[in-house]
């Protein structure tokens, strides 16, 4: 079964200081991966997602995530934040080749961002 | 463009109580339906989901059980509410299992 670790449970920046949000996952087939972010009292928003292709992978808010397949990550990154990025954050893997789990959540990294 | 609906968005039960939460999906057909839990400060957990109607997969034992009466419509229902079951619930569609799944506001559960 996949699994997903985001090593940091929360993440204290500065204002406008950059982030980068860890994720790492298992898994010894082709993967899919996705972030998430959620506001207070909202669902989850895809932020951005890997399915092939480049490495690098923009999304919306101006974050973007590098997925390594030699270190089984997929790091999501932002140069510069603001009090509005204040959120919890989901990284999730699925199983390309078709396997039964779906979708693996990671158990969320809850970033705070400090004036 | 496909939006997903739940509803109630907040609510509030004494323990003992029946439950239905409803999630109902707009603009495609045939969608794969989730229903997820928060706890308090936790991660999300798998509780539901279905590839169509009345075929339900449940992920966790409990008192909650789910429904698919129709193609776009997932309910989630318990008989009698433990205060365990307090939490945030969220429902979820996708095309394919593998792909990213788009999730509704939510509804906040407060059992008391």
């Known amino acids: 079964a996949q699994s997903v670790t985001q090593l940091d449970s929360q993440v204290p920046v500065f204002e406008e200081a950059p982030v980068e949000l860890r994720c790492n996952y298992s898994?010894?087939?082709?993967?899919?991966l996705f972030w998430y972010v959620q506001y207070p009292n909202q669902g989850l928003q895809l932020l951005l997602k890997?399915?092939?292709?480049?490495?690098l992978v923009k999304g919306i808010n101006g974050f973007e995530a590098e997925f390594n397949k030699s270190q089984t990550s997929f790091h999501l990154r932002k140069p510069s934040v603001h009090i509005s990025d204040t959120a919890e954050y989901f990284c999730a893997v699925s199983d390309s080749g078709g396997g039964a789990d779906g979708l693996t959540f990671g158990k969320g990294t809850h970033l705070i961002i400090q004036p | 463009s496909q939006t997903i609906h739940q509803w109630p968005a907040t609510l509030v039960q004494p323990v003992g109580s029946p439950l239905s939460l409803e999630c109902t999906v707009e603009g495609t057909s045939n969608p794969n339906l989730y229903w997820y839990r928060q706890a308090a400060g936790r991660g999300l957990q798998l509780l539901f989901y279905?590839?169509?109607?009345?075929?339900i997969s449940s992920e966790v034992p409990q008192n909650l059980s789910a429904s698919r009466p129709q193609d776009r419509q997932f309910i989630l229902s318990s008989k009698k509410l433990l205060l365990s079951d307090s939490g945030f619930y969220l429902c979820?569609?996708?095309?394919?299992?593998?792909?990213?799944?788009?999730f509704g506001p939510g509804t906040r559960l407060t059992v008391t």
């Open positions: 898994s010894s087939v082709s993967v899919y």
């Open positions: 279905s590839v169509g109607i009345g075929q």
């Open positions: 890997y399915l092939s292709g480049s490495t």
């Open positions: 979820a569609w996708n095309f394919d299992r593998y792909y990213e799944q788009y």
